[in-house]
């Protein structure tokens, strides 16, 4: 179900997902500037309007955000002088003939190596084989290292791939999802996302217990959030 709403001189759109499985509702604001509102089945329209148009201060500063650095982030043409971010650093993308097909950092570049590099889908392709490898490993040592924050809580199977909308999600299976993007910031921003996954292993929704919560783990989370919104992924 999608509505809008206006807020002033704003107006934006909402969807509206009715889940089994929630008891409360919750909205979402995501980096592509969708708003998501997680309502329980049996919700009535007029309550979720209602709840909509008490956030939709808050809701408009974050699109406000958001929409304030999407247009400094250009698509990649994956070419040879292309920056590339990895780890919150900016290197020069260079693409050399070999006969290994091969990624790796030597210095201020990426390397890109080829049988045939002119093909930029091809070096497309290998380069996100590489952010793939490199966020697996990265991703799952910051998570051993923070799992440390949360008693007796499981660790959560890790998984990493490319998600439209959301930096990280914690199923109700305990299975961590993350982004691979998310290798393309410093390792702080990293480590706030795995953060605020391993607090919904305790509070599934983001109520007050759940920002105590977050609050207690990671006192600077709210400088880290910006930087990550910050970071031009």
Not at 82 to 90: A, T
Not at 97 to 118: C, F, I, M, W, Y
Not at 136 to 156: C, M, N, Q, W, Y
Request: with cysteine; glycine share 6%; hydrophobic share 35%.
């Amino acid at each position: 179900m999608k509505r809008t709403l206006t807020y002033g001189a704003d107006t934006f759109g909402y969807e509206v997902r009715f889940l089994a499985s929630r008891q409360t509702l919750s909205i979402e604001v995501h980096p592509n500037c969708r708003v998501l509102v997680r309502a329980p089945v049996g919700c009535s329209e007029a309550l979720i309007a209602d709840r909509v148009r008490k956030r939709a201060a808050w809701i408009t500063r974050q699109l406000a955000g958001f929409e304030r650095y999407t247009p400094r982030t250009p698509p990649r043409q994956h070419i040879n002088g292309e920056s590339h971010l990895y780890l919150g650093r900016q290197y020069r993308l260079k693409v050399i003939s070999g006969s290994v097909v091969n990624a790796k950092l030597t210095r201020d570049q990426l390397l890109v190596t080829l049988p045939e590099p002119t093909e930029p889908s091809r070096v497309k392709a290998v380069l996100h084989r590489w952010y793939i490898d490199r966020a697996r490993e990265t991703f799952g040592e910051i998570l051993d290292a923070k799992l440390s924050l949360f008693d007796g809580v499981e660790k959560p199977r890790l998984i990493v791939r490319t998600m439209q909308s959301r930096w990280g999600s914690l199923s109700n299976a305990g299975t961590m999802t993350l982004n691979v993007n998310l290798i393309r910031a410093p390792r702080a921003c990293i480590e706030y996302v795995v953060v605020h996954e391993l607090c919904h292993t305790q509070h599934r929704n983001h109520d007050k217990r759940f920002g105590r919560l977050l609050q207690q783990r990671m006192p600077d989370w709210e400088r880290r959030k910006h930087r990550l919104e910050s970071a031009l992924l």
